[in-house]
């Protein structure tokens, strides 16, 4: 493994400079954000100077900024991009045994290596030098400090879309468009594996009541979530499907708490999966004067669009849309975003997959939270605030379940005002959003502002913008008796 020297990691000046491997900072005690890390354990071969500056080879760093929950969790401590690559197979998803061996590529630390403990007294930065900015940052919620995205990773984002988007308007309530891809193979697979490597990652597990029923989730993907700052999405989420049985079921992300009509941009890394999408059912007692959005006049698929109310779509084209999935193969790269009327109308899901192409594969979706009750809603869910403590985890660059990192405690809520680690990545994304001119992006939100984008059916009716490509959707029958319809290149593997 390549070593990564970050020759800006600074150290503080003399009077906060002693280093100690011997933090007593409790979990109680947040983090400054965007302060230097206080606790880092440093070999003496992992410093050098440059320009009158002691940086540290971040190899060789042992951060503690976090400490363990409980002494026997004390194994809990990282070693930051250990030398060699983990071989050990996968845990099972859902797999109850939270033993976990120390393993190469995500190494716990030792009583040897606490022995080797130095503490090291860095040289003021001259005044001509000003400090480059912490390459690491913390949260009061982040289980431990996440470190920025690599430059060469945030250099390459500024770069995309590799590709335009697909503009998807043609069935009802649809608003979608498809980037396939919009980053580049080893952007997006340098990307994804450090996502992996370095957040936290929690199972999840809730109960949900859907159409009546109380269901288990025990959905077997590791979540993270992390409050970003943006004028736009204030925050991610990330799941990671570790193998091909980690799915997520029909849903929409149409929660009170987002706005009205979310933008949802929802990118894909490692593994390919399949993103199946259908419309909502039609209430088995619902007339089509009562169906909100559904034409009052028209009942038949062949309904002219035109821009008047009589244009909502059709009772027929609804039942087609709600019984003939929508299928895209999300390779690493992939971008979706899904807006306008797509989170009220219609369902995604990620199935279950068998067969090659079912590796790891990380999402993560941007998202625009519009109350504090919101975000804590999203930690409640997938933090793991009373539901399960499965504690949190952290993957190693293989994709190898190798640690975990304590308990999950009380969450609390940090608002909006941090700027995480890797919201540098995020605010990287928001700028090639908006070099895309994709409008929600760019409109500040009031209650009463205008629709920030033409609706999907005017723009059916407008002349498509010369960036985009124009749509292509391929018809046609899967090998099961079901009808799906599948958009771009077809999935090699059918779920
Ligand atoms: O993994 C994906 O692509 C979708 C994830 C998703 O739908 C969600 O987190 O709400
Ligand atoms: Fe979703």
């Not at 050990?88 to 590529?105: F, I, K, T």
């Not at 920025?148 to 500024?158: A, F, K, V």
């Not at 957040?199 to 993270?224: C, H, Q």
């Not at 998202?367 to 504090?372: A, G, K, W």
Request: net charge positive; glycine share 6%.
């Amino acid at each position: 493994m390549s070593k990564r020297t970050l020759d800006s990691f600074l150290l503080p000046p003399p009077s906060s400079s002693s280093y100690s491997a011997n933090s007593k900072r409790t979990k109680r005690d947040p983090p400054n954000p965007r302060s230097a890390p206080k606790h880092a354990v440093v070999s003496k071969s992992s410093t050098r100077k440059s320009n009158g500056i002691e940086v540290v080879d971040l190899d060789k760093v042992i951060d503690l900024e976090t400490p363990s929950p409980s002494p026997q969790l004390s194994a809990s401590v990282i070693v930051l991009d250990g030398e060699e690559a983990g071989t050990s197979s996968l845990h099972a998803a859902g797999e109850e045994n939270h033993e976990e061996e120390p393993r190469q590529g995500c190494k716990t630390l030792d009583t040897e290596k606490q022995q080797q403990t130095l503490n090291i007294t860095a040289q003021p930065p001259s005044f001509d030098t000003p400090p480059p900015p912490p390459l690491q940052d913390t949260h009061i919620n982040y289980p431990f400090p996440i470190p920025h995205l690599p430059p060469q990773i945030s250099s390459s984002i500024t770069s995309a879309p590799v590709k335009q988007p697909t503009t998807l308007t043609h069935l009802p309530h649809l608003d979608l468009l498809h980037f396939e891809p919009y980053l580049d193979a080893k952007t997006s697979r340098e990307y994804g594996e450090f996502l992996r490597r370095e957040l936290p990652f929690y199972r999840v597990e809730y109960k949900l009541t859907r159409f009546g029923k109380v269901t288990d989730i025990k959905t077997p993907r590791y979540t993270s979530v992390e409050i970003a700052t943006g004028t736009t999405y204030n925050y991610a989420l990330v799941n990671y499907y570790s193998t091909g049985s980690d799915s997520i079921s029909y849903h929409s992300d149409d929660e009170h708490f987002l706005e009205k009509q979310p933008a949802i941009a929802s990118f894909s890394f490692l593994g390919v999966r399949d993103f199946v999408m259908k419309h909502k059912p039609v209430p088995a007692a619902s007339s089509k004067s009562t169906l909100p959005g559904v034409s009052s006049s028209s009942t038949t698929a062949t309904a002219s669009r035109t821009e008047n109310d009589d244009d909502a779509p059709s009772l027929a084209e609804i039942t087609k849309a709600a019984t003939t999935p929508l299928k895209f193969s999300l390779r690493p790269g992939t971008l979706i975003l899904m807006r306008g009327p797509t989170q009220s109308h219609w369902l995604h899901s990620i199935p279950k997959r068998a067969g090659d192409g079912a590796g790891g594969r990380i999402n993560i979706t941007f998202r625009r939270n519009m109350t504090p009750a919101g975000t804590e809603n999203y930690y409640r869910y997938n933090v793991g605030v009373g539901v399960g403590g499965d504690g949190v985890w952290k993957w190693d660059e293989r994709g190898e379940r190798c640690g975990c990192v304590g308990r999950v405690g009380t969450v609390v809520s940090g608002g909006s005002s941090s700027l995480g680690e890797w919201a540098l990545g995020f605010v990287l994304d928001v700028g090639a959003y908006q070099r895309l001119k994709v409008q929600p992006l760019a409109r500040p939100h009031t209650s009463n502002a205008p629709p920030p984008y033409p609706s999907p059916r005017k723009q059916m009716s407008n002349a498509p913008p010369p960036a985009l490509n124009t749509m292509r959707i391929n018809k046609h029958r899967s090998s099961t008796r079901r009808e799906e319809q599948v958009v771009g290149n077809p999935s090699p593997t059918a779920h």
